[in-house]
């Protein structure tokens, strides 16, 4: 399998992860009954770092999902496109750069509030709410996991996608385009 496959197979695997890590924290919800008479839901709303979470990998979902047309569509129609435009490389890279880093800091900030919200905060007195909603805590932690999965094979994409722009450059220069 080429460069080129791989990637889209890796696109592909990616965009699938992250949006089983979307939906999971979008429709993720408990309610439960508290004090004897407050009803009380848990949502990805109560915690911030969960609603920024879920517009990332939507985010990052939608550009895999792009890229993976833009193969579609350039390997049916422009093959050398895929093989040998420069900018078109760096544009990629970049991009894949960006959506790599941030897919894993809105993971880890969700990661880092969803632990506050499992243990507490002793000196701000807060209770763990895990002991309350554990189900909900349970499938957010399957949605990280999920999460940090995508940003793995995103960095693998990344890897590709810094491979395909620089084999366009010759190894005896640094820098200089190879010649044809």
């Known amino acids: 399998m080429d460069a ?3 990637e889209a197979f890796l696109r592909l695997a990616t965009t699938l992860l992250l949006l089983m890590t979307a939906l999971l924290v979008l429709f993720d919800s408990q309610t439960k009954l508290i004090y004897s008479s407050i009803l009380r839901k848990a949502t990805y709303k109560d915690l911030n770092a969960l609603f920024v979470l879920v517009l990332v990998e939507f985010s990052a979902a939608s550009y ?3 890229q993976l047309v833009r193969y579609c569509i350039a390997s049916r129609f422009m093959p050398g496109l895929i ?9 990629c890279f970049w991009l894949d750069q960006v959506a790599v880093y941030t897919v894993f ?3 880890s900030a ?15 007195q807060w209770m763990g709410v895990c ?8 499938q957010i932690g399957g949605a990280l996991v999920c999460g940090y999965f995508a940003s793995l094979l995103m960095a693998l994409v990344s890897s590709i996608s810094a491979f395909s722009l620089f084999r366009l450059y010759s ?3 640094f820098l200089l385009l190879k010649g044809k």
């Open 64 to 66: 895999n999902l792009l």
């Open 131 to 138: 002991n309350i909603y554990a189900r909900f805590c349970f």
């Open 4 to 6: 080129t496959k791989s």
């Open 83 to 91: 093989v040998s435009h420069k900018n078109l490389a760096w544009i």
């Open 105 to 107: 800091a809105a993971n």
């Open 110 to 124: 969700a990661l880092a509030a969803s632990l506050l919200a499992v243990t507490g905060s002793s000196g701000f």
């Open 171 to 173: 190894s005896k220069h």
